[in-house]
Nanobody, 122 residues
Framework: VQLQAFGGALVQARGSLRPSCVAS????????MGWYRQAPGKEREFVAG???????YYRDSVKDRFTISRVNVEKTVYLQMNSLKPEDTAVYYC?????????????????WGKGTQVTVSS
């Protein structure tokens, strides 16, 4: 299984980005997939997740600003990020859990992509 994230960029505060993550290999298009981020000097944290049955989950700081979605047949998950803030600056990673456990714990995610850099300037 391989995951590849695209769409990170440098953007001004209050701007928008829509990174995507494409999965390939032995993965169904209906597995739990999530976005995580890691800022310099900080631990990796959960951002948003979409379950096999399209339920969505968000960390509190991004609710009402970020939207996760998926296109199962394309094995692609998107993260629409609006009203970006400098504190959103991080490397954003996508991950998949083929067991569909729905816990979104970092240790529980089975495969990880390499990440895409999102930088928000003030």
């Amino acid at each position: 299984v391989q995951l590849q994230a695209f769409g990170g960029a440098l953007v001004q505060a209050r701007g928008s980005l829509r990174p995507s993550c494409v999965a390939s290999g032995r993965i169904l298009g209906i597995n739990d997939m999530g976005w995580y981020r890691q800022a310099p000097g900080k631990e990796r944290e959960f951002v948003a997740g979409i379950s096999w049955n399209t339920r969505t989950y968000y960390r509190d700081s991004v609710k009402d600003r970020f939207t996760i979605s998926r296109v199962n047949v394309e094995k692609t998950v998107y993260l629409q990020m609006n009203s970006l803030k400098p504190e959103d600056t991080a490397v954003y990673y996508c991950a998949v859990d083929r067991m569909n456990a729905g816990t979104w714990n970092i240790d529980g995610m089975e495969y990880w992509g390499k990440g895409t850099q999102v930088t928000v300037s003030s």
